[in-house]
T-cell receptor, first 112, second 113 residues
Framework: DTGVSQDPRHKITKRGQNVTFRCDPI?????LYWYRQTLGQGPEFLTY????????KSRLLSDRFSAERPKGSFSTLEIQRTEQGDSAMYLC??????????FGPGTRLTVL | LAKTTQPISMDSYEGQEVNITCSHN???????ITWYQQFPSQGPRFIIQ???TKVTNEVASLFIPADRKSSTLSLPRVSLSDTAVYYC??????????????FGKGTKLSVKP
């Protein structure tokens, strides 16, 4: 395991459709984070898991967004009824207790 | 919430030392300061983290004054491959809440030959 992986790398969808992204963290990292990044901006925190527990959620995470981390391993981020404003890069990161975050390559979402 | 302010862009030449300063006036007692580097179409990569005074690793140094309201990332002898966006992150706190992670807008560093 050489790093955080995300799937898919690119997703094009039509407005109103649901999409799901997957993140596989580095093995044994108990913390997992989701961020959203739009062009020219820094990453915006969405949510955070410690093991399987979702401990923090940003107000950016509307009720159309849901994240899970069953069994404290991989995580999924689902967006329901996508809107054009959801177009962004969705980044996943994981960290050990030292809190240094290791980021994945991201999933670029385009909503038409 | 501790917001950060950085210069939007900086230019440098190969071999020079580059210092990027980040302001974080409302930093909390338990907050650490972390810097990340990001290349286009890639996720950010950790550079360095500190709480106070000076921290040095194999790629950079981080200077934090006593009041901790700012920090300076120092990159010695930059090369063309250091051209990237550098983000200052405040809020990673050992043992504390992870809900207040805030990236700055980033500083786009351009290194010229």
């Amino acid at each position: 395991d050489t790093g955080v992986s995300q799937d898919p790398r690119h997703k094009i969808t039509k407005r109103g459709q649901n999409v799901t992204f997957r993140c596989d963290p580095i093995s044994e990292h108990n913390r997992l984070y989701w961020y959203r990044q739009t062009l020219g901006q820094g990453p915006e925190f969405l949510t955070y898991f410690q093991n399987e527990a979702q401990l923090e959620k940003s107000r950016l995470l509307s009720d159309r967004f849901s994240a899970e981390r069953p069994k404290g391993s991989f995580s999924t981020l689902e967006i329901q009824r996508t809107e054009q404003g959801d177009s962004a890069m969705y980044l996943c990161a994981s960290s050990p207790p030292s809190f240094e975050q290791f980021f994945g390559p991201g999933t670029r979402l385009t909503v038409l | 919430l501790a917001k950060t302010t950085q210069p939007i862009s900086m230019d440098s030449y190969e071999g020079q030392e580059v210092n990027i300063t980040c302001s974080h006036n409302n930093i909390a007692t338990n907050d650490y300061i972390t810097w990340y580097q990001q290349f286009p179409s890639q996720g950010p990569r950790f550079i360095i983290q500190g709480y106070k005074t000076k921290v040095t690793n194999e790629v950079a140094s981080l200077f934090i004054p006593a009041d901790r309201k700012s920090s300076t990332l120092s990159l010695p002898r930059v090369s063309l491959s250091d051209t990237a966006v550098y983000y200052c992150l405040v809020g990673v706190s050992y043992g504390g809440s992870q809900g207040n992670l805030i990236f700055g807008k980033g500083t786009k560093l351009s290194v010229k030959p």
